[in-house]
C-alpha cells in the first residue's frame, strides 16, 4: 500500500469515527514510528480540521462528509 492510499484511508478513518488514537493507526497499518510520524504530519499540515488531541490521537473537527437524508414535505 501507498503512503497516499494510507493517508485516504486514515482521513476517511477519522472523518468517520470523529477521532482515532496514534496506536490505533499504527495498528490497523502496520506502521514503523516514522512511517506514524510522517502521517500524523501530513494530516495535521494538509488539513485544518484535523487537531491533535493531547498527544494521544488525531480529532476531526470539521463537517462529518456524511450528506444527510433528503426531508421532504408532507404531502398536502
Known amino acids: 500500500m501507498t503512503f497516499e492510499e494510507?493517508?485516504?484511508q486514515?482521513?476517511?478513518?477519522?472523518q468517520r469515527r470523529g477521532?482515532?488514537?496514534y496506536?490505533?493507526?499504527?495498528r490497523q497499518?502496520?506502521?514503523e514510528e516514522d512511517v506514524l510520524t510522517d502521517l500524523k504530519?501530513?494530516?495535521?499540515y494538509a488539513y485544518p480540521e484535523v487537531r491533535d488531541?493531547?498527544?494521544?490521537?488525531?480529532?476531526w473537527t470539521g463537517d462529518s462528509g456524511i450528506t444527510p437524508p433528503?426531508?421532504?414535505?408532507p404531502a398536502s
Open 29 to 31: 497499518f502496520q506502521l
Open 53 to 59: 488531541d493531547a498527544g494521544r490521537g488525531l480529532v
Open 70 to 73: 433528503v426531508t421532504l414535505p
Open 41 to 44: 504530519d501530513e494530516l495535521l
Open 19 to 21: 477521532r482515532v488514537t
Open 10 to 14: 486514515a482521513l476517511a478513518i477519522l
Open 23 to 26: 496506536r490505533a493507526l499504527q
Open 6 to 8: 494510507i493517508l485516504d
